[in-house]
């Protein structure tokens, strides 16, 4: 099982790599004119390294299998890498249907994060409570990930679309979203960053605090910013927190996670400031030029298709799929559960696209922003409903 759990994550860091060269490649690219519409030779190098890098992440997935004895999709983890996969699986079909180059370069960013993000989790294999050994656990989280993995792509789709047709020489409403969107992003990125900064370093810190009649222990992976309210440092040779978390952050960990959003915000916006420094405009004004000969119709069609396929199968894996197994495991098809209310949440937004786009003619820049805002709300029931909000679907 060692051995397996070796090459498993062997193979899940050389995805990591040859999508990280496939991006590269990708944006040389953009250095042949006119051709986003034809392979070339640094598009089929670059596509050709997306594929091989599949072929390791699908070896990843198989291997892990094995070892666990059940599909890798029960932890954050497991979930996030598998819907890293779903976006450069849904990629790739939309690529040989479109043939357009800068896909590849605004999607396999938005996998490599997810794939960086989802490294942050434990990775340990651990056996699955009675509720989740059911066939229907699989059939479901596996349809529900390659539905965002599509949904994903309409996303990047949009926020080209974006980028390229916002003026960016004037200060208006779209100029300040779009680069809230990429600020977003970098976020993310000053997430992993400083996690596996400390991680590297074996930081920890342990805090012991109230709750109820008990005394819990916190431990934190990266330096207090906010300890737990009412805590008492106990580890030796750290730094105290600079403040106690608000009183109203209740949960398990609450305080941690709320540490660990600060982080995140903190490294996002030096990051940010950086870039700014060196653009010397913004993000979104630093892009713009080099997407002059994106064909903005064919991006605005992708983005629709991308929903109108992801949409029907987000139906099945996250509402169908999930009651039946709902049904297996909790004896009721429906229970109201945070997880459940924000999947019929983000089903309703998508049905929603499609009534606009069909029956209100809601195309280009309409459309394109609520493409990126559907995308918003998949990430918020990722990270926001599983790891804050208490739930029967709660990783952590």
């Given at each position: 099982m060692s051995n397996l759990l070796t090459l498993s994550s062997t193979m899940l860091y050389t995805a990591f790599a040859f999508y990280s060269f496939a991006t590269i490649m990708f944006g040389v690219t953009l250095t042949d004119k006119n051709k986003q519409k034809k392979i070339g030779i640094s598009g089929m190098i670059a596509v050709s390294l997306t594929i091989i890098g599949l072929?390791?992440?699908?070896?990843?997935?198989?291997?892990?299998?094995?070892?666990?004895?059940?599909?890798?999709?029960?932890?954050?983890?497991?979930?996030?890498?598998?819907?890293?996969?779903?976006?450069?699986?849904?990629?790739?079909?939309?690529?040989?249907?479109?043939?357009?180059?800068?896909?590849?370069?605004?999607?396999?960013?938005?996998?490599?994060?997810?794939?960086?993000?989802?490294?942050?989790?434990?990775?340990?294999?651990?056996?699955?409570?009675?509720?989740?050994?059911?066939p229907w656990l699989y059939i479901h989280i596996t349809t529900v990930a390659l539905s965002q993995g599509i949904l994903g792509i309409s996303f990047v789709a949009g926020l080209i679309y974006l980028i390229k047709q916002i003026?960016?020489?004037?200060?208006?409403?779209?100029?300040?979203?779009?680069?809230?969107?990429?600020?977003?992003?970098?976020?993310?990125?000053?997430?992993?960053?400083?996690?596996?900064?400390?991680?590297a370093l074996d930081y920890q810190a342990e805090f012991e605090y109230p709750s109820g009649e008990s005394i819990l222990t916190a431990e934190y992976n990266l330096p207090a910013i906010a300890a737990p309210k009412d805590s008492v440092l106990i580890t030796e040779g750290v730094q105290d927190a600079l403040f106690?978390?608000?009183?109203?952050?209740?949960?398990?960990?609450?305080?941690?996670?709320?540490?660990?959003?600060?982080?995140?915000?903190?490294?996002?916006?030096?990051?940010?400031?950086?870039?700014?420094?060196?653009?010397?405009?913004?993000?979104?004004?630093?892009?713009?030029?080099?997407?002059?000969?994106?064909?903005?119709?064919?991006?605005?069609?992708?983005t629709y298709r991308a929903v109108a396929i992801g949409f029907?199968?987000?139906?099945?894996?996250?509402?169908?799929?999930?009651?039946?197994?709902?049904?297996?495991?909790?004896?009721?098809?429906?229970?109201?559960?945070?997880?459940?209310?924000?999947?019929?949440?983000?089903?309703?937004?998508?049905?929603?696209?499609l009534h606009l786009r069909l029956s209100r003619g809601w195309h280009?820049?309409?459309?394109?922003?609520?493409?990126?805002?559907g995308f918003a709300i998949i990430m918020f029931n990722l990270i926001v409903v599983n790891l804050v909000i208490a739930g029967l679907h709660s990783y952590a």
């Open positions: 072929f390791a992440q699908l070896t990843y997935f198989v291997t892990r299998w094995i070892a666990a004895g059940h599909a890798p999709v029960s932890n954050m983890f497991e979930f996030m890498t598998s819907l890293g996969m779903g976006i450069v699986i849904a990629f790739i079909i939309i690529y040989f249907i479109y043939r357009l180059n800068i896909l590849g370069l605004f999607a396999l960013p938005v996998a490599l994060i997810l794939i960086a993000y989802a490294s942050m989790f434990p990775t340990e294999l651990s056996p699955l409570q009675p509720s989740l050994q059911s003026d960016q020489n004037k200060r208006n409403k779209g100029n300040m979203w779009l680069e809230i969107v990429l600020f977003s992003l970098i976020v993310c990125i000053g997430f992993i960053s400083s996690t596996t900064t400390f991680n106690e978390a608000p009183g109203w952050l209740q949960g398990s960990n609450a305080a941690k996670k709320f540490n660990t959003l600060l982080w995140s915000l903190i490294v996002g916006l030096i990051l940010y400031g950086f870039l700014r420094l060196l653009l010397r405009k913004r993000i979104g004004a630093a892009i713009q030029p080099l997407l002059k000969n994106i064909n903005a119709d064919l991006v605005d069609e992708v029907p199968l987000f139906t099945l894996g996250a509402l169908i799929f999930a009651s039946i197994w709902a049904q297996i495991a909790w004896d009721r098809f429906w229970g109201w559960d945070p997880k459940e209310v924000w999947a019929l949440v983000t089903w309703f937004f998508y049905a929603a696209f280009g820049e309409k459309s394109s922003w609520l493409a990126v805002g």
